[in-house]
């Protein structure tokens, strides 16, 4: 059989055992035995697997969740409703963060779903939990066994072949940055890193099926865990490498690092052993210890800021040294070539952080429509659809909240199409079927071709939609009825429903792609001059715990925003954005996290230095500095080109040189009793942070200038 037709093969021969066993075991509401089987069929056994634990164990929460808000509000209504939609409201802000999305998403539903089906008498929700943990249950097992028994794909092929695209993308990216005088180009490196980052992500999906269906991995899942996280770090800093050597040469700074070509040639063979290990492979050679000294008298005849700029650079090559040495070890460890060590414990992090601004929009859009729902439902007499348009309410309230960035006429025409489809087998074909044998034809014919013909992903909504709709509009029972008002149930009760979800689109906060676009914008900037704002404190000082999680607040917005303006980017009408094009909103991402990192880079630099001594006489210069970059960041969140690249180099510049003649004045005075080698090193790298920060800030005033961002601010309906 055809690779293609395989996976549509295997989820209709399920979804036709799943309905006849429930069906002959006298169960209702079969059919939701079909959607478990529908909703966990992936292209690998790993990512069913895994996605089918999450659907079992959301489940089972939700039920435990809906029978505990049954018991403790039986009579309280309005209670009731608040309980259920608070406890939805936590489901989502869980689901929208970075792990077991899925399993909230479902927990979340099923509570509305057992809660809406118990109806007036509560006795029933037992029942119908029950049934639902069966049926689940029957669809998970049925499609196990299939997956497994028929062409069972592991992921194991998969898992390796991105391991390995990781390392020899790191092994090209610093071959094409970090060799000093060949002409390289900033796209390229910019794509390389793109390249990179989209494997990370593909990496991260990949190791949580490989543990599912891939027993070596699954044994050494504490190994590839830490390999995931420190090839992310290994390219930030490969990154910063790159920038650092850019600017080094753009103004025409020696790099003085007297050994770079023998380190890079480190470098490449402990690429070249990772690459080997993850191949199955022994590794060649083992890392080997580089010296990278600078030349004490080119350092002594450069400027202060070159200095600062050589000893930043320096820095970073002595991160690279650590981290690859680090990675090649545990890439050992994971694949077996070495003997188990112990996993370092992960960095434990505040027990309590401000709110994600983006989730908790994602959790009151979500209680507001639930909400408009519920009084809709109370209020408005024979609504469509009644209880099952409440629990749709949630369904598609978590499902918009999850994708912000995409419009609702872009889930409503498959949806539609959908309901038509399932309405038209519902009314022409169903009633004509005598027996299970013609029915599991049907099943199985319409499900294999709605797999078969909307395989691309791009279809991914249209078969999801149709094959629901099916399902649902169908309600195939032992004891079948057929009425012409589930169809105008389900025609009428989806515009009500979207007419909701359209107005928790632009209340409390308009989601059009382009005003969350910019508040981002404004949100990144903000952020940013906040992180600066504590710089003036003295390094002893001792942090409360609020300037603890203020930091950790704006750490996390300057880093993940740039992210979320990635997924927002993709989605942007340009059509009605005039002077805009594609290619430019892209070349500003990078500029923002190159920002970011640079940003987080000199809060830190600061915060360690602790000779305030030599901080107090940079005083008036470092707040001025610092101050005339809190306000370009103040500029810039409100008007993202404001000001020129010209203007802000200008002013960048007199800057620059009334700190640098400072500095020499500061550094002339000092005798080594009153500033040692070790603060010597820290002062450079907290120069070069400034200047890191300033550069990145031209770069990007010099790529929001290509965008004209006066239609960006028309209000449109």
């Not at 089987?37 to 292209?43: D, E, G, I, R, T």
């Not at 608070?86 to 077991?100: A, N, S």
Request: charged share 20%; net charge positive.
């Amino acid at each position: 059989m055809p690779e293609k037709a395989r996976e549509p093969f295997k989820t209709a021969l399920a979804i036709v055992i799943s309905y006849g066993i429930a069906l002959a075991m006298d169960w209702g509401n079969p059919y939701w035995a079909a959607f478990a089987v529908a909703f966990v069929s992936l292209s690998t056994a790993g990512q069913s697997f895994n996605k089918a634990a999450m659907r079992m164990f959301g489940t089972l929460v939700g039920i435990v969740a809906a029978l505990s808000l049954i018991a403790l509000f039986p009579q309280q209504r309005w209670l009731f409703i608040l309980a259920v939609s608070v406890y939805v409201g936590v489901c989502t802000y869980l689901m929208t963060g970075p792990k077991k999305q899925y399993f909230w998403n479902v927990s979340g539903f099923v509570c509305v779903l057992l809660c809406m089906s118990a109806g007036p008498d509560p006795v029933n929700a037992f029942d119908t939990a029950v049934l639902r943990a069966q049926e689940t249950g029957l669809g998970i097992l049925v499609y196990s066994l299939v997956t497994s028994l028929l062409w069972p794909v592991s992921s194991r092929k998969d898992f390796f072949a991105v391991a390995g695209q990781l390392a020899s993308g790191q092994r090209q990216f610093c071959q094409t940055g970090l060799k000093p005088g060949q002409d390289s180009d900033p796209g390229q490196a910019q794509a390389l890193k793109g390249q990179l980052l989209q494997a990370q992500t593909k990496f991260q999906k990949l190791l949580d099926a490989a543990e599912s269906d891939t027993q070596e991995v699954w044994e050494m899942r504490r190994y590839w865990r830490l390999y995931q996280e420190q090839t992310s770090k290994l390219t930030s800093v490969i990154g910063s490498s790159v920038q650092s050597l850019a600017e080094l040469e753009a103004s025409k700074t020696p790099h003085l690092a007297t050994r770079l070509d023998s380190f890079l040639a480190e470098l490449d063979n402990r690429f070249a052993g990772i690459g080997s290990m993850i191949s199955g492979q022994a590794p060649g050679r083992q890392p080997e210890e580089i010296d990278m000294a600078l030349d004490a008298a080119g350092l002594r005849a450069l400027s202060q800021f070159q200095r600062a700029a050589v000893v930043v650079f320096h820095d970073r090559l002595k991160q690279l040294d650590q981290l690859t040495r680090t990675l090649f070890e545990t890439t050992r460890n994971a694949n077996g070539f070495g003997e188990a060590e112990a996993v370092p414990a992960r960095t434990a992090l505040p027990t309590l952080q401000w709110p994600d601004p983006d989730r908790m929009l994602a959790v009151i859009r979500v209680m507001l429509t639930l909400w408009l729902a519920f009084l809709a439902w109370i209020y408005v007499d024979s609504i469509p659809g009644g209880t099952s348009m409440v629990t749709m309410a949630c369904v598609y309230g978590m499902i918009m909240a999850s994708i912000p960035m995409v419009t609702l006429r872009t889930v409503f025409k498959p949806l539609m199409a959908g309901v038509v489809f399932g309405s038209l087998m519902y009314m022409l074909v169903l009633p004509h079927l005598s027996g299970f044998l013609s029915l599991g034809t049907l099943l199985f014919v319409t499900t294999f071709s709605l797999c078969y013909f909307l395989s691309d992903p791009k279809q991914a909504l249209a078969k999801t939609f149709a094959l629901a709709m099916f399902v649902s509009i169908a309600s195939i029972d032992n004891q079948q009825v057929y009425s012409f008002m589930v169809v105008a149930t389900n025609v009428l009760m989806f515009p009500v429903l979207f007419s909701m979800l359209a107005v928790t689109a632009y209340f409390p906060v308009n989601l059009r792609q382009e005003k969350s676009f910019l508040r981002l914008l404004n949100r990144y900037f903000r952020s940013s001059g906040g992180l600066l704002s504590d710089m003036h404190r003295d390094a002893r000082h001792a942090e409360t715990r609020f300037e603890r999680m203020r930091k950790v607040f704006h750490v996390r917005e300057v880093s993940s925003i740039p992210t979320k303006l990635a997924g927002w980017a993709k989605f942007l009408d340009i059509k009605v954005l005039p002077g805009t094009d594609v290619k430019h909103v892209q070349a500003l991402l990078p500029r923002l996290q190159d920002l970011a990192g640079r940003t987080k880079e000199l809060v830190e630099v600061r915060r360690s230095m602790s000779n305030q001594r030599l901080l107090n006489a940079l005083s008036d210069e470092a707040m001025d500095w610092r101050r005339n970059l809190q306000q370009a960041f103040e500029r810039l969140g409100s008007a993202p080109a404001e000001i020129g690249q010209e203007d802000y180099r200008t002013r960048l510049d007199e800057l620059t040189r009334r700190l640098e003649a400072r500095i020499r004045e500061i550094l002339d005075r000092s005798t080594g009793e009153q500033i040692s080698r070790e603060d010597g090193k820290d002062f450079y790298r907290l120069l070069g942070a400034y200047r890191g920060v300033s550069e990145s800030l031209v770069g990007y005033t010099a790529a929001a200038s290509a965008i004209d961002w006066g239609p960006w601010h028309e209000e449109r309906f």
